[in-house]
């Protein structure tokens, strides 16, 4: 197994944490990745390609996955429903940057998108095939919705105490401890609606594409041509 991330401090804390007998990690652009073609017979990433570049870079990044899967190979990637992050606080429908929910989250995908982009893909050959399915949790997604229309409310205040604390958190505090601070406010909001980790990993569910729509996040499983 071999891991890549543009990060480096990424990169180290996942060689730190695995046996090296068994996986590799190097720092690498999934835009231009440091692999022969037809090298892999699987790539995934787990919330980490195309929402995080401007589309056309989303496209260099698919087509150079294609270059190093072998014939018949498959990518998976999961990405976030715009309906349920981008759009749900505050419509940004020109991804603004000081509107979007995540710095990181550069442009996310509504599912109309997603299947475009796969027709083109398709036409173009560098997949022969580009699904959609989607992952749902009716559970989690109240206290989600919750969460980010209070982060909306803050941060679209008129500049009072609260909303000017929060944009403050925002600029100051270092990614780690701003994820920190989310995750903290995650598990309050659970406390609050007795919600457990369990009852929210018994909730999840995975719908194929026809019930995309109604998917938290997206899941693409593209494959090569043999």
Not at 65 to 76: A, D, F, Y
Not at 153 to 171: D, E, H, I, N, V
Not at 207 to 223: L, N, Q, S, Y
Request: with cysteine.
């Amino acid at each position: 197994m071999i891991g890549t991330d543009i990060a480096v401090p990424v990169v180290g804390l996942a060689a730190r944490s695995r046996d090296p007998s068994d996986a590799a990690f190097l720092a690498a652009d999934s835009r231009a990745l440091p692999f022969a073609p037809g090298s892999f017979d699987l790539v995934s990433s787990v919330l980490g390609i195309v929402h995080n570049m401007i589309p056309a870079d989303a496209r260099l990044c698919l087509r150079e996955i294609s270059r190093v899967l072998r014939k018949g190979g498959t990518l998976v990637f999961t990405t976030p429903h715009r309906a349920f992050s981008q759009d749900l606080y505050h419509p940004n429908p020109g991804d603004d940057p000081s509107l979007r929910f995540s710095a990181l989250n550069i442009h996310e995908y509504s599912l109309a998108e997603l299947q475009e982009l796969g027709r083109e893909l398709a036409a173009e050959g560098v997949f022969s095939g580009f699904s959609v399915g989607g992952l749902a949790n009716p559970v989690f997604r109240e206290v989600w919705a919750e969460l980010v229309s209070a982060l909306g409310r803050k941060r679209f205040s008129g500049g009072k105490m609260g909303g000017a604390a929060s944009a403050l958190a925002r600029r100051l505090l270092p990614p780690a401890a701003r994820t920190r601070l989310f995750l903290r406010s995650v598990s309050a909001a659970c406390s609050r609606r007795g919600i457990s980790a369990s009852d929210i990993a018994r909730a999840a569910r995975y719908h194929p594409e026809a019930a995309g729509a109604a998917a938290d996040h997206f899941v693409v499983i593209a494959r090569k041509a043999d």
